[in-house]
């Protein structure tokens, strides 16, 4: 298996702009999660989706933010408008379920934001 | 509400020491806990876990003993070397929950 695939690996864009980071998860997986880490604030869980289904967002920092998963092979997180301090790296992990199974997380994400 | 927490970093040790990293945690059941390692630039990856009280967690020469009378799973490994560098984050899942706690992590630092 390939493992988690996301896409950009890197992305700087204005102030601003809109962002989109994309996600393949593990196929079979029915868990998939998107964190934000930073130097400040360590590893952040934003959302996470149960076979397809957003169940908890509570960790997407404002409106700004919004995530989807249109099918169990892909998944969005958007930013717009972008800030300067949504500058992090991204991470999208994917699971097999809960408890016991660990998660797989894919490379990241680097997002600057100018 | 669960928590993780870890010894600060970084921990600086020269190649062939022996190494603990200190993790004890808060749950309110009866959770899963892991190790999983971030090589720079890097995700994050599993290196072992411990679902149940007395388990070890055991890989690439690490190992962790899940201690529920101390509410600890700290990692060890005998003798480290340059390529284990890397952050280390400490984790619990309750079970039948998705969410897992994470702790802050700590950097290792192996010298030559």
């Known amino acids: 298996d390939a493992g988690v695939i996301q896409s950009p690996r890197h992305e700087v864009t204005e102030m601003g702009q809109e962002v989109t980071l994309r996600c393949k998860p593990i196929?079979?997986?029915?868990?998939l999660f998107w964190y934000r880490q930073t130097m400040m604030r360590g590893l952040e869980l934003l959302i996470y989706?149960?076979?397809?289904?957003?169940?908890?967002d509570s960790g997407m920092p404002e409106d700004r933010f919004s995530a989807k998963m249109p099918n169990a092979s892909f998944s969005t997180l958007k930013i717009q408008p972008s800030e300067p301090r949504d500058s992090a790296v991204y991470f999208c992990?994917?699971?097999?379920?809960?408890?016991?199974?660990?998660?797989?997380f894919g490379p990241g994400t680097r997002l600057t934001v100018t | 509400g669960n928590s993780v927490t870890q010894m600060e970093g970084p921990v600086t040790l020269s190649e062939e020491a022996f190494l603990t990293i200190n993790c004890t945690y808060t749950a309110t059941g009866y959770p899963s806990l892991f190790w999983y390692v971030q090589y720079p630039g890097e995700g994050l990856q599993l290196l072992l876990k411990a679902t149940k009280a007395d388990d070890k967690g055991s890989n690439k020469g690490f190992e962790a003993t899940y201690r529920k009378e101390t509410t600890s799973f700290h990692l060890e490994k005998g003798s480290v070397q340059v390529s284990d560098s890397a952050v280390y984050f400490c984790a619990l899942r309750e079970g039948g929950s998705y969410i897992p706690t994470f702790g802050r992590g700590t950097s290792l630092i192996v010298h030559p």
């Open positions: 989706f149960n076979n397809n289904v957003p169940i908890d």
């Open positions: 196929s079979g997986h029915n868990s």
């Open positions: 992990a994917s699971s097999l379920g809960g408890g016991t199974y660990e998660q797989y």
